[in-house]
């Protein structure tokens, strides 16, 4: 069982700054893949970025130059700094992580946090 915690969400000015975390707590052998989604209302979900075990990163289009993702692979923690923060980043922000939880046993499990809410202003 593995459980994952995110926070550092708010309100904030656009223009301003945020600084999401994620914390991976649980048996946890090794993290292949941690990444942040998020969802506004009355959208689908959206794969905002990716960091995987080499550090390769991934973001969408709409955030390339404003957000960086990043990990602490001995916190078991991952971040996603946002700068340049647009009315449309509102949105709740989610947690992903595949997560390998057992020394012998390859297979990896899929889990997800509850999400935080950033809410830009304009």
């Known amino acids: 069982q593995v459980h994952l915690e995110e926070s550092g969400g708010g309100l904030v000015q656009a223009g301003g700054s945020l600084r999401l975390s994620c914390v991976a707590s649980?048996?946890?052998?090794?993290?292949?893949?941690m990444r942040w989604y998020r969802q506004a209302p009355g959208k689908q979900r959206e794969l905002v970025a990716s960091?995987?075990?080499?550090?390769?990163?991934m973001y969408t289009d709409s955030v390339k130059g404003r957000f960086t993702i990043s990990r602490d692979n001995t916190k078991n923690t991952v971040y996603l700094q946002m700068h340049s923060l647009k009315p449309e980043d509102t949105a709740v922000y989610y947690c992903?992580?595949?997560?390998?939880?057992?020394?012998?046993?390859?297979?990896?499990?899929?889990?997800w946090g509850q999400g935080t809410q950033v809410t830009v202003s304009s």
């Open positions: 649980g048996s946890i052998f090794s993290i292949s893949a």
């Open positions: 992903y992580a595949e997560v390998r939880t057992s020394s012998v046993n390859t297979l990896t499990y899929q889990w």
């Open positions: 960091i995987i075990t080499g550090n390769s990163t």
